[in-house]
């Protein structure tokens, strides 16, 4: 009950646990996040904007965008609008679920399968500053996990 109700942190040695083999905390202070990502991830510009990006050996591609805040606020309905221009051709079938606000940040989970065969599924966290889309893509049903890098991330300075 404590752990649920934030009074209680996880210890490091506790953290080791709940991150997959074969993966690593990303830690990017600038920005304030830490988020558990294949081993290998590694900061890159992408049209304009930081990328992590790393391919698990499942060849699974995860990637999380550091983006500009979206010009209204969060909602389910400017969301859709967003992530459908954001993922191009993939964003035909896009659905969101999930959507939740909170004082520090607003988040929400998506999914949608392309004409190419792939599945793409990803959460967007907004807070104050930036806009973080992680998604993970590869063969429809195929995915890799995605757990601990959609709900396993942590705001540094929130």
């Not at 930081?50 to 606020?73: C, F, N, Q």
Request: glycine share 10%.
């Amino acid at each position: 009950m404590a752990c649920a109700s934030g009074s209680v942190r996880a210890t490091a040695e506790e953290k080791k646990d709940v991150i997959p083999a074969g993966w690593q905390e990303v830690r990017d202070a600038s920005v304030g996040f830490s988020v558990p990502m294949p081993t290998g991830a590694a900061p890159k510009t992408v049209d304009g904007h930081p990328e992590y990006a790393a391919k698990s050996a499942d060849g699974t591609d995860y990637t999380l965008d550091v983006l500009a805040l979206p010009p209204e606020k969060p909602s389910e309905k400017t969301l859709l609008r967003l992530l459908t221009k954001l993922l191009g051709r993939c964003g035909d079938k896009l659905k969101l679920d999930g959507f939740i606000e909170k004082p520090a940040y607003a988040s929400i989970h998506y999914g949608s399968h392309c004409a190419d065969g792939s599945e793409w599924q990803g959460m967007v966290y907004i807070d104050h500053k930036h806009m973080l889309m992680l998604s993970a893509r590869g063969p429809v049903g195929k995915l890799g996990i995605t757990e601990p890098f959609f709900y396993q991330l942590q705001y540094l300075n929130n």
